[in-house]
């Protein structure tokens, strides 16, 4: 049998998806009485609830229940968050709100129409209070404070020191510096959350069906807040989630939140969010404010990093927050060789929309002013950017390479890829054409991003919150298991049960691509069980589908229970055949004895002993074909005393080359041509793989060019619709050529890396730097996104230097 592992197969999901045969939540049949919820929101960013009167939505007829924070404060407790900040979060509102759009009351009622009908008819009254949505104006003394108890509106506030900084910076021959702000914007899947909740009195046990995909660390803390044993916490996932993009990890709230509606009606709840509630009220990415300053020698060597992070994690910090500002510290020196680290890390809460997971997580707020900045070197300096980003880049013999915060790169050939994405780019000859493209009054440019994209996520990260005297005061976290069971049948068929909670990646189909390669059979007689069920399935903490974790932990996970599945089946062959194991091997679907091409001992007659007939296995071998592995990584430490932490597990390499027109009368962006080299060790299913790098540049341009999640000055929430919020489209995706090179990981058994959220990571900066390049005449400077024409026409209209060059040119 031909291998299959690393072919460009196509995706055995497709055929049900295509039909209308897949099985989202809202496929899910529902139980008998079940309640549909209508969720208030309110409309005020700061304010206290005097008061809630429920009394005439109560009689509307087909109501069974109207739900205030208070009813729900009996049966939950505020949810456990990962600072020593004594942040209290519910899931409903109890005394004030701190967001437009935080949930105050839920109605339930026979169908969704009635809910919503008699949500309008409860009447709250509010005493409003200062918002405040500006990230450094709520550090100031006098900023409106939203959580009394904790004193202030910082959530989380840590230093690190790596190497020598400050003798980096007296050593160095330039300094460069600049503050960059990127904006909060979300994810838009077509998908919205969905909840089917019950509560069984009988059990004291909540079954809760849920488009949620981990990490599943969150169920232990939503079972904390129901006040209930985690077991008693059941936690369903349906076959298919119509997309993610790590925006469904913000489900847990409402999961509680419905788990208790049942309970206090005494029926199964029902909720399906609509868009406007997913724009205003769901999760997003956070808003950054970076101070970043730049160690620089005349060569354009970076020697050292210095850099203030000021995360906004909304109105409330969240699990998994404050990990936007801690997923990628083992890699905050990105793609380069820079040994001396200095970060001042803040998360801090405002009136907006609660943060946690997105495609990228951190990625694009770190890169942002990481490769702003090495630009700017290269201009102060006089230099060409790509001679800068190759002076900096970690070279091939580094490999494997520890950051200056403990990151440990497995393997990588950063300026083979570099180089790449210059030559296919056509960077030299773009750079004559931009010459000739200025004699005729067009503006056009190109920017550089080289980027490192961390994957499986390793979780002690997130322990980097906490100081080194706070972590010693609880058992330490570290690893990043997964977990696989794959089981036989008697008739020689398999199932494969995954935890990692798929949202369109494909994992069903690698993963039968690795059982039919291990054990030499068609993927035609391999089903892939993708539903996770906490009270049946295997998962760990680490399990659900984030971090892009699974090439390098799923797949890992999948490939040694297979394995173990031949194990045995080897050792009942080698039993009837009466030779050493070591005599034996596998091929199409059968073991042979070497070098006897007629002496063979069937998979499926395998199979069928361990089933049909016991008796005749070795001695001491159990019945049945069943095993689970459950995978971790070794370099996945916890924390150490100086902060050292490996925060992934892999690490790829994305390099991009972007080239833009910039249309003078209008400001708007076209870009050219895209050209983006990736490097994810082992691809385990090519097609796949650039389908994935797709998705994750349409994001990573949405964030360039077009998102933004809007909050005016007194907190009111401006982009709740698609009009208002502009997302990319098929037309607005421009000319994309990918190319990949392979470094294979040397610690996953594939050698398989994580990919998918890299140019999520890349192009917001890649975009950036190719219009800073345009505009680098006009002494205009790019400092936040996205570049939408309305503000690079702005950028134009304030500066001198283009005032003059129109005055030439037209």
């Known amino acids: 049998m031909s291998s299959v592992i690393g072919k460009s197969v196509t995706r055995v999901e497709d055929k049900r998806l295509l039909t209308g045969q897949g099985k989202y939540i809202d496929d899910l049949g529902t139980p008998p009485n079940t309640a549909h919820a209508a969720i208030l929101r309110s409309s005020y960013p700061h304010a206290y609830i005097t008061s809630i009167d429920t009394a005439e939505a109560e009689q509307v007829t087909g109501v069974k229940a109207v739900i205030t924070g208070k009813q729900v404060k009996e049966y939950v407790k505020?949810?456990?968050?990962?600072?020593?900040?004594?942040?209290?979060?519910?899931?409903?509102?109890?005394?004030?709100?701190?967001?437009?759009?935080?949930?105050?009351?839920?109605?339930?009622?026979?169908?969704?129409?009635?809910?919503?009908?008699?949500?309008?008819?409860?009447?709250?009254?509010?005493?409003?209070?200062?918002?405040?949505?500006?990230?450094?104006?709520?550090?100031?003394?006098?900023?409106?404070?939203?959580?009394?108890?904790?004193?202030?509106?910082?959530?989380?506030?840590?230093?690190?020191?790596?190497?020598?900084?400050?003798?980096?910076?007296?050593?160095?021959?330039?300094?460069?510096?600049?503050?960059?702000?990127?904006?909060?914007?979300?994810?838009?899947?077509?998908?919205?959350?969905?909840?089917?909740?019950?509560?069984?009195?009988?059990?004291?046990?909540?079954?809760v069906h849920a488009n949620f995909h981990g990490p599943f660390v969150i169920q232990a803390i939503m079972a904390q807040a129901l006040k209930i044993p985690s077991n008693k916490l059941r936690i369903i996932v349906p076959k298919d989630i119509g997309g993610s993009y790590g925006i469904k990890a913000g489900t847990f709230p409402y999961m509680v939140l419905m788990?208790?509606?049942?309970?206090?009606?005494?029926?199964?709840v029902k909720w399906i969010e609509d868009r406007q509630e997913h724009l205003s009220a769901s999760s997003s990415g956070t808003d950054r404010v970076t101070y970043i300053e730049a160690a620089v020698k005349n060569n354009g060597k970076v020697t050292g990093l210095r850099m203030k992070m000021i995360d906004n994690v909304g109105a409330y910090i969240r699990a998994p927050e404050p990990a936007c500002l801690y997923r990628t510290h083992a890699n905050s020196t990105g793609a380069y060789d820079i040994p001396n680290l200095f970060i001042d890390a803040y998360a801090v809460m405002t009136n907006k929309l609660p943060t946690g997971l997105i495609r990228g997580y951190g990625g694009q707020e770190?890169?942002?002013?990481?490769?702003?900045?090495?630009?700017?070197?290269?201009?102060?300096?006089?230099?060409?950017?790509?001679?800068?980003?190759?002076?900096?880049?970690?070279?091939?013999?580094?490999?494997?390479?520890?950051?200056?915060?403990?990151?440990?790169y497995d393997s990588g050939d950063y300026e083979k890829g570099f180089e790449l994405a210059l030559e296919t780019g056509k960077y030299k000859e773009f750079r004559q054409k931009q010459e000739e493209a200025r004699k005729n009054g067009k503006i056009f440019g190109v920017g550089l991003a080289c980027i490192v994209e961390p994957s499986g996520s390793n979780m002690g990260y997130i322990t980097v919150a906490l100081t080194p005297e706070e972590r010693a005061k609880s058992l330490p976290k570290s690893g990043c298991a997964e977990a696989a069971t794959i089981s036989m049948d008697p008739m020689g068929s398999v199932n494969v049960r995954i935890s990692t909670t798929p949202s369109g990646q494909g994992h069903e189909t690698v993963a039968a691509q690795i059982v039919s390669e291990i054990l030499s059979i068609p993927t035609e007689q391999i089903k892939v069980v993708a539903e996770l069920d906490t009270s049946t399935s295997a998962w760990s903490i680490a399990s659900g589908s984030y971090s892009s974790r699974f090439a390098s932990l799923g797949s890992s996970a999948v490939f040694y229970a297979a394995n173990k599945v031949k194990n045995k089946l080897m050792k009942i062959a080698s039993h009837h055949l009466q030779v050493d194991e070591g005599d034996i091997e596998l091929k199409d679907g059968a073991f042979y004895v070497k070098g006897h091409s007629d002496k063979k001992y069937p998979l499926k007659r395998a199979a069928g002993s361990a089933h049909w007939n016991p008796l005749s296995?070795?001695?001491?071998?159990?019945?049945?074909?069943?095993?689970?592995?459950?995978?971790?990584?070794?370099?996945?430490?916890?924390?150490?005393?100086?902060?050292?932490?490996?925060?992934?597990?892999?690490?790829?390499?994305?390099?991009?080359?972007?080239?833009?027109?910039?249309?003078?009368?209008?400001?708007?962006?076209?870009?050219?041509?895209?050209?983006?080299?990736?490097?994810?060790?082992?691809?385990?299913?090519?097609?796949?793989?650039?389908?994935?790098?797709?998705?994750?540049?349409?994001?990573?341009?949405?964030?360039?060019?077009?998102?933004?999640?809007?909050?005016?000055?007194?907190?009111?929430?401006?982009?709740?619709?698609?009009?208002?919020?502009?997302?990319?489209?098929?037309?607005?995706?421009?000319?994309?050529?990918?190319?990949?090179?392979?470094?294979p990981s040397p610690i996953t058994p594939l050698g398989a890396k994580g990919l998918g959220e890299g140019n999520t990571m890349s192009a917001p900066v890649a975009v950036a730097n190719a219009v800073s390049d345009a505009l680098k005449p006009y002494n205009v400077v790019i400092e936040t996104l996205p570049l939408s024409p309305n503000r690079i026409w702005n950028l134009l209209t304030n500066s001198e230097e283009f005032s003059k060059y129109k005055e030439v040119n037209v």
Do not use: W
């Open 259 to 268: 788990a208790v509606a049942s309970r206090i009606a005494g029926c199964p």
């Open 617 to 743: 296995l070795p001695e001491g071998m159990e019945p049945g074909i069943y095993e689970t592995y459950y995978y971790t990584v070794q370099d996945a430490k916890a924390p150490d005393e100086n902060d050292l932490i490996n925060s992934s597990v892999t690490y790829g390499f994305v390099a991009d080359m972007v080239t833009v027109e910039i249309d003078p009368e209008t400001g708007e962006v076209n870009i050219m041509d895209y050209i983006t080299i990736h490097d994810a060790g082992k691809l385990l299913n090519p097609l796949i793989v650039d389908g994935q790098i797709f998705g994750g540049l349409a994001h990573g341009l949405g964030g360039a060019l077009y998102e933004e999640l809007v909050y005016d000055s007194k907190g009111q929430f401006l982009t709740g619709t698609f009009m208002d919020y502009l997302c990319p489209t098929a037309p607005e995706i421009p000319n994309v050529t990918i190319k990949h090179i392979e470094t």
């Open 366 to 408: 770190l890169y942002f002013p990481l490769e702003r900045i090495m630009q700017k070197a290269a201009f102060e300096l006089n230099l060409d950017p790509a001679d800068v980003i190759r002076t900096n880049l970690i070279k091939k013999h580094q490999f494997p390479y520890q950051t200056a915060s403990g990151g440990k």
């Open 78 to 207: 505020p949810f456990s968050v990962g600072v020593s900040a004594p942040v209290h979060y519910y899931p409903l509102a109890i005394e004030k709100v701190r967001y437009v759009g935080e949930p105050v009351a839920v109605v339930l009622a026979k169908d969704r129409y009635i809910a919503e009908d008699a949500m309008e008819l409860i009447k709250v009254k509010y005493s409003p209070l200062k918002p405040i949505v500006d990230i450094e104006k709520s550090l100031e003394d006098d900023a409106p404070i939203l959580h009394e108890n904790v004193g202030s509106n910082i959530a989380n506030n840590r230093t690190f020191h790596y190497g020598d900084v400050d003798k980096a910076f007296e050593e160095a021959d330039t300094i460069v510096k600049h503050k960059y702000f990127f904006p909060k914007y979300t994810a838009t899947p077509v998908e919205t959350y969905g909840i089917i909740a019950n509560y069984e009195s009988s059990e004291n046990q909540y079954t």
